[in-house]
């Protein structure tokens, strides 16, 4: 469609009413005015002159019309240039005056942008601006503005329904040039205009340059104000206030918001001296462009062929009109581009989903068309190109310099002198064609241009548009596709049926029956639960129940209850008894009737003690284990490699809720671990069913759903989480990733950099300490480390000294214990008051804050694919972290060599890391290496900061000291260990430790701390079976030594001393 196409391809008459005016001031209380109508220097037409009286509205009525077509005032015209209203005043005749003298009272605009939204007619009350030296300029002071009201109207939409969803709205704003040569001078003779230049498509066939050519050198000293309006790209008007657009500002922005080039903390700091104290060239000036559905699929393409888009300046001399149009024609054959400067715009944000702007401030370099070459695939200046006259007119003026007219691409000319730059000859459709006889020759240095760089100008600009290039799918389509891939499971009301559904029946007979016969009991006694009831003697009650008793017979009420129970007790033995047949032995039936009656007798009693019981219920005891401890629990079996164990203490913790995402979602991050994708996927699909916004849950379906091939779902999931939590730097890096390997660039741009910001963000609110601050925390923590050693040293000499039973009742005091029904249960381990010195851990790109995720959910080809990322990503590379993640990774999948050459990678960067030394020790340890990873333990418990997680290195040199035989230091380090993270496998080392000692007392407080923790354990019934041994208890000795066999202990020798130790002593053994 052309530019200028409408509906029915025919020209369609814009009719433009001016109703009446409001507040008109004239040099006399009554005064006779008429307004005049232009559209882009056409005049449309006067009204007839109407008297106007002072504070009174004043009727016009006058309707004037243009056709609105390709000939001229196309629907482009229509997007930017206003219909100008002028209000005259007619002055009275003086004598001997022949012709009417007249004064502009004001201008107002009229913007036809609506018509372009699709309304066929609206109406508009627009502010009447008071022109220089009309009374209104002095009259608007009072408040009172002068006001026209105008209705425009059209006989038909001038799109249609398709049309108007097919075609865009782009916005171009240029707004302010800070920091500009110091050459350029005010005072400069001849004056020098500023102009500004680029080239846009509005269809498919057809590009139009726009020119800004208003732009004002100001001096510095003071900050542009915030909000300021938008001016319209037209000749300067008579009344100054028309030049603004109505209802549109320029706003305050932030620059961590912005997607220029001006945006890291130096040029911070670079643009606020500069806003303030340099000069500067404003425009303040939008252009908007209709673009037709091929417009806008062109522009798309432009983009995605080079998303750097060219903005070009200049600062240009204005001639006086004395020199006349020869004067005009020959600047025009000899014109020079003075100050030729460009500033690259990156567009590539405008194909981001959803995204409809770009802005920021954007450095301004020398012009070069090998530079402009090479960065956009242009070869011409558009500047050059609206300097030059039109070929068909050759006497032409130069056009688009000395007025804002937007003027279309023209074929160049061959030929044409040009000292700074020469153009090459035109190609098809205005394209310049490289010169085959001509060589290439390195162009002439443009020293003028080269004053941007030096100055750091740069640029602020605005590309905007009404509806996103790339729709984004609204996050109530995502939420319904995510529901389609994984139908929500609401938590159904437990019903109970079969068996339970009859005993709960009986007991509601039961409370029915109980509550009539207390009714009875009312009647004939009085209140039944008075405290003065209560004192009643024993004759007196057994009295009472005979009483009872004869009026519920005598009443026949004792047989209604009976057959009011019948039934129920019908149920319970056919289906809780699961007796359907008569008996033929009278011994079977008698002891049927026998485990029948206990049976009832103790379901009455229950419903009984529910609705009868004077006293407060006494509270349900609470699980021993809450789930955080079960969770806990199954990452230390999963850490010694008991997947069994793990699995079991999973399932446990489903079992205690299993409407908990969270539940499932550990669940499935273990069988990650194991690698059975399928029955992963099947948890995080449990989450979301229970939860569709559980963000971890839905990040792990998109990244199994992309590991099996499944790349739309994958998009939905990972799309889906960006919506439900927007600020998660983990989402969005992750969606970025899986778009960089689909090859689509730039949404892994628009993900990355959304990414970054958010993390940003995130940093603003919680800000982290940065180097100085840590160098200032290493310092303290050196001046602090004599006096904390001293402190360390002694608290180890009383741990150490100290009993288990002491120690036991400390850690029940602490926060991390709690004691239910008399034993002490472990809790989720807290940070110790070093943590917060441990800056290496701390993820300090979006990429390792991923990388970390994904490692703790076992996503171990995701987080591979995030490492090779980080080594892209300018603020990362083979640091430290990176090596320590690499080797983590690389344990985790069992390549123990590689994850050595990471971690000594990573100790040359930072050799003090705590997470590095303990890294070093668990794939020693898993080496069998026990004697270096002693080592790396003991460096990384030395160090003054903690690792992030000192439990499996407590565990492991505990271990290594007991198998070396040094039982003081595995006390100690378990005593630490069941301080910060108490366990069943803590407390059992603390045992064997307090045991090969010769503390039999604390041994035995320790191993019934671990019995408690887990009863199932079979190697700490062996080592009770031990102490009860050597203190000479039997029975506890017996039965110890049962459970032991039962749980079937697989540690020989522990079994052969217990053997030894039960021959010893000759008791132990049920064999014996």
Known sequence: MEIGQVVGEKAVSVQITVLRGHNLKGRTESFLSFVRAELNGVVLGDSPKVDAVVDEAVDYNFTCSFECSDAAHNLDDLAHKPVILTVTEILPKEKKQKEEKTIVLGQAV???????????????????????????????????????????????????????SESNLLKVTVETAYSVPDVWNQAAAPASGYAAALQ????????????????????????????????????????????????????????????????????????VEAEINRKRVSWDTERRCFLDAGGAAWLTRRIVESRLWPIEIMKVAQTGAAKGAKAGKEKGEDETLSFHGVAYVDLAPLLYPGATCVRGAYKLYPFYESELMLKTKRNYSVLRESMRPPVTQGKARVSSVGSCKAAPSKIFEKGGKDTKESPRKAGPQGKVAPDENVIEVEPQINTEGQMY????????????????????????????????????????????????????????????????????????????????????????????????????????????????????VVRIVREKMLRTEAFTDVEQLQAFLSQLYVFLVDEMHKALNKTLSVDDLENQPQPQLECSQLKHFAREAQLNQDYQLATKYYQEQLARDRNDPSHWFDYGCFYMLRGDYQKAEQCFHQAVSMNQAHLSSLLMCGILAEMDGRYEDAETFFEGATCVNPSSVVAWTLFGVFYQAQDNSIQAEMAFLEACKQQRAGLALNPVDDGDTQTELDTQAENMMPEEEAEEDSADDSIEGEDVESSIKRC??????????????????????????????????????TVEFLLQSNALQMAQRALAQELLCPEGGLSSSYHLALAQLHTLRGEYGSAETSLSAALRDSYENPDVWALWGHLHFLRGESRDAQKCYERTLDFVADASDTHPI????????????????????????????????????????????????????????????????????????????????????????KYTLKLDLQNEPLLQEINEMQKHVGFGNPCF
Request: hydrophobic letters at 35%; charged letters at 25%; a negative charge.
């Open 812 to 849: 029940q005091s602490g926060a991390g214990v709690k004691e239910v029904e008399g034993s002490t249960l472990a809790v989720e381990p807290k940070p110790t008051r070093t943590a917060s010195l441990t800056s290496p851990s701390k993820p300090c790109t979006i990429y390792m804050e």
């Open 453 to 568: 760089a030096d100055s750091k100008s740069y640029i602020v600009i605005e590309i905007a548009l009404d509806k996103p290039l790339v729709p984004k799918r609204p996050p109530e389509e995502l939420a319904k596709r995510v529901m389609e891939l994984i139908p929500p499971r609401p938590p159904l009301p437990r019903r109970p049926a079969g068996a339970e559904r009859a005993v709960q029946e009986f007991q509601a007979q039961v409370v029915s029956v109980a509550a009539q016969v207390l009714d009875q009991y009312q009647q004939l006694f009085g209140a039944a639960f008075e405290p003065s009831a209560w004192l009643t003697d024993p004759n007196t009650q057994e009295q009472r129940k005979t009483h009872l008793l004869g009026e519920l017979n005598y009443s026949g009420k004792y047989f209604a209850f009976k057959e009011q129970l019948k039934y129920s």
């Open 200 to 271: 846009v498509p509005l269809t498919a066939e057809k590009e139009q340059i726009l020119m800004f050519s208003n732009g004002m050198l100001k001096m510095g000293g003071e900050r542009e104000p915030v909000p300021r309006p938008k001016k319209w790209p037209q000749d300067a008007m008579l009344a100054s206030g028309a030049q603004h657009i109505p209802g549109t500002n320029i706003e305050e922005q932030s620059v961590d918001m912005e997607d220029g080039d001006m945006t890291t903390a130096e040029d911070k700091e670079f643009r």
């Open 954 to 1041: 407590y565990l492991r040199l505990g271990s290594i000291y007991l198998k070396e035989g040094q039982f003081e230091k595995a006390k100690a380090t378990y005593l630490r260990a069941c301080k910060s993270s108490p366990s069943c496998l803590t407390w059992l080392g603390l045992g064997i430790a307090c045991y090969r000692l010769g503390e039999m007392t604390e041994a035995e407080d320790a191993l019934t701390e671990a019995n408690t923790l887990n009863n199932s354990n079979a190697e700490v019934w062996g080592y009770l079976a031990l102490v009860c041994l050597q203190m000479g208890r039997k029975l506890e000795a017996e039965q110890s030594y």
């Open 110 to 164: 009229v913007d036809l942008l609506p018509l372009l939204h699709g309304q066929s007619r609206f109406t508009a009350s627009t502010v009447l601006y008071p022109a220089p030296g009309s009374p209104g300029e002095t009259a608007a002071l009072d408040g009172s503005k002068p006001v026209l009201d105008v209705s425009v109207s059209v006989p038909k939409p001038l799109l249609s329904a398709t049309q108007l």
